[in-house]
């Protein structure tokens, strides 16, 4: 049984992102079964259950606001980890949601554990946090953006990992 871990900004009452969630969690329902175990970490798990069943195949798992040592853990216990949040690569909403995106994904990396950002955007940056998005996100397996122009930002950030675009899944969301 493949265990996922999706990484995003869930249950935080974003009406985006949990269009996005929802339809992430049915594309890896189709690609890998209906028995792959599913992992969504959150702030706020009571939010998060407005609109997530969980079940022998999902389970939410609440996540401090000092999030290194719970992202790690629930890293190592993974076997495919995925960064779902749309707005991943910007620090618009502030550095610590990103700083948690690419803590997920430097912990993957380190443990050997593939990892993949999924219908994600890329933003402005500050210049610190544009070269933690350089260093880490390379180290991604590969990124798959929600238009040409957020792999372009990221491009022009020096990201080497893979990168391809698609529409925002987000789209599927009934």
Same mark, same amino acid.
């Given at each position: 049984m493949i265990e996922v871990l999706m990484v995003g900004y869930n249950g935080a009452n974003n009406t985006g992102a949990e269009a996005l969630?929802?339809?992430?969690?049915?594309?890896? &329902?189709?690609?890998?079964?209906?028995? @792959? &175990?599913?992992?969504? %970490?959150?702030?706020?798990?009571?939010?998060?259950? !407005?609109?997530?069943?969980?079940g022998p195949a999902l389970r939410i798992e609440p996540m401090p606001t000092v999030f290194f040592a719970a992202i790690r853990r629930m890293v190592r216990r993974s076997d495919l980890v995925l960064l779902v949040e749309g707005s991943t690569y910007m620090d618009s909403w502030g550095s610590p949601l990103l700083w948690m995106y690419l803590w997920a994904s430097r912990c993957a990396a380190k443990a050997g554990i593939p990892c993949m950002a999924y219908a994600v955007d890329a933003g402005t940056?500050? %210049? /610190?946090? @544009?070269?933690?998005?350089? !260093?880490?996100?390379?180290?991604?397996?590969?990124?798959?953006?929600?238009? !040409?122009?957020?792999?372009?930002?990221? &491009? @022009? /950030?020096?990201?080497? @990992? %893979?990168?391809?675009?698609?529409?925002?899944?987000? /789209?599927? /969301?009934?």
């Open positions: 969630l929802a339809a992430d969690i049915e594309d890896v &329902r189709a690609v890998l079964g209906p028995g @792959a &175990r599913i992992t969504v %970490p959150s702030l706020n798990p009571a939010n998060l259950r !407005r609109y997530v069943t969980e940056l500050k %210049p /610190f946090n @544009a070269d933690l998005v350089r !260093r880490v996100a390379s180290r991604t397996g590969l990124i798959v953006t929600r238009n !040409r122009a957020a792999a372009g930002r990221l &491009r @022009a /950030f020096g990201v080497s @990992a %893979p990168i391809l675009s698609t529409a925002d899944n987000a /789209f599927t /969301f009934q």
